[in-house]
């Protein structure tokens, strides 16, 4: 089905989890996310989705590329938005694999999601031992990083259980240190979101704070920076996923042609994209903003 990474974990309600998700909120660290403060206790318990599960699969999407811009000082978009829209592309993929199990095994009462419920995936994925979750609070495999996506079936079919991966970060700060502006505590392991250039360019529906704008480094949909400085990402290898090569005009974009970017031209090269969330105004907003 194109996963690279299958890992198995209880369904059972995330205790442990369920605090620090807590005093994040409590923290204000969601920002203008109000959503995240919705169903609560759907995150952190998958019976509650899916009523008699036993198990949460979870699964790992690679979308590694050595496709960078031509132009090393033109504006950036995070990888993960090269290609088409990952939810569409994992989903079907997903689907298909809960359909397959449905036919092997028999009657599973199951469902599948991929960034699309209130879901604590990269808790998950820890318990699942699909990777650890770094001091930047991502899923990080030993073997490949951490530029892939994460999916789950919840079901009813118990399996066998797989142990969690231990925390390999060690003393590293790379991430800390680099993120531009400092949206992850000086410990690790705790993200501002309302600080992270991914929220201001994506989630954020008003103005930028003024005080973020000498500090976005080019960024105008996503950031990529606290994973391109993580050293377990030369681990990473380009994915083989066609829907994910990107759009041939967008790696020859230059800083000039993203300033002067119109509404026609967006459509053209993001018709497929996740950028399109945000759509052209939003777009717009985050290029003046540089």
Known sequence: MGFDFTGFARAERLEAEAR?????????????????????????DPTLLVPGAKTVICLAFNYATDQLPDDPDTLRISRYAYGEDYHQVVKTRLKALLQYMQEEIGDINGRCFVD??????????????LGWNGRNTLTIHPKQGS?????????????????????????????IDACPTQAI???GYFVDASKCISYLTIELREAIPEEFKDRMEGWVFGCDVCQEVCPWNRFSKRHEEPAFEPHPALLKMSRKEWVEL??????????????????YPGLKRNIDFI
């Open 20 to 44: 620090r998700l807590e005093i994040w909120l409590n923290q204000g660290a969601h920002g203008k996310m109000s959503y995240m403060e919705n169903h609560f206790d759907l995150r952190i």
């Open 116 to 129: 699309s419920a209130p879901i604590m995936e990269r808790e998950w994925a820890h318990r699942a031992g």
């Open 147 to 175: 530029y892939f996506f994460l999916a789950e079936i919840i079901c009813d079919l118990p399996l066998l259980y797989d142990d969690p991966i231990k925390d390999y970060c060690g003393t590293c700060r790379r991430c």
């Open 185 to 187: 505590s000086p410990q």
């Open 262 to 279: 119109t509404e026609e031209t967006f459509g053209q090269i993001f018709k497929k994209s996740a950028v399109k969330r945000t759509k």
